[in-house]
């Protein structure tokens, strides 16, 4: 079945970095694209970035262009996201997760808690 891990999360003071890591199984990885999302308390869950199953990739929220960047590794079925000038801002449970339109569904891991804080 569709397995998605992430780990690399953690307490990390404003201005420092952080790799989060989504390791894949149960599915054709490089033929799918990834994404990113995160929920800050109360607030909604939101798309962060996605890349493609051919590497292009992107942000979609303005507050972290310049400083979050999405990458994957078809060989090793893992999806980055590196985190550089962290604010306390982007405190939130980060997802990986991928559609599956042959199976017609969304996957989603189990999150990895972020938190920026001094």
């Known amino acids: 079945q569709v397995q998605l891990v992430e780990s690399g999360g953690g307490l990390v003071q404003p201005g420092g970095s952080l790799r989060l890591s989504c390791a894949a199984s149960?599915?054709?990885?490089?033929?799918?694209?990834m994404s990113w999302y995160r929920q800050a308390p109360g607030k909604e869950r939101e798309l962060v970035a996605i890349?493609?199953?051919?590497?292009?990739?992107?942000t979609s929220v303005d507050s972290v262009k310049g400083r979050f960047t999405i990458s994957r590794d078809n060989a090793k079925n893992t999806v980055y996201l590196q985190m550089s000038s962290l604010k306390p801002e982007d405190t939130a449970v980060y997802y990986c997760?991928?559609?599956?339109?042959?199976?017609?569904?969304?996957?989603w891991g189990q999150g990895t808690q972020v938190t920026v804080s001094s």
């Open positions: 149960g599915f054709t990885f490089s033929s799918y694209a």
């Open positions: 997760s991928t559609y599956i339109g042959r199976y017609n569904s969304r996957y």
């Open positions: 890349i493609t199953s051919t590497g292009i990739s992107g």
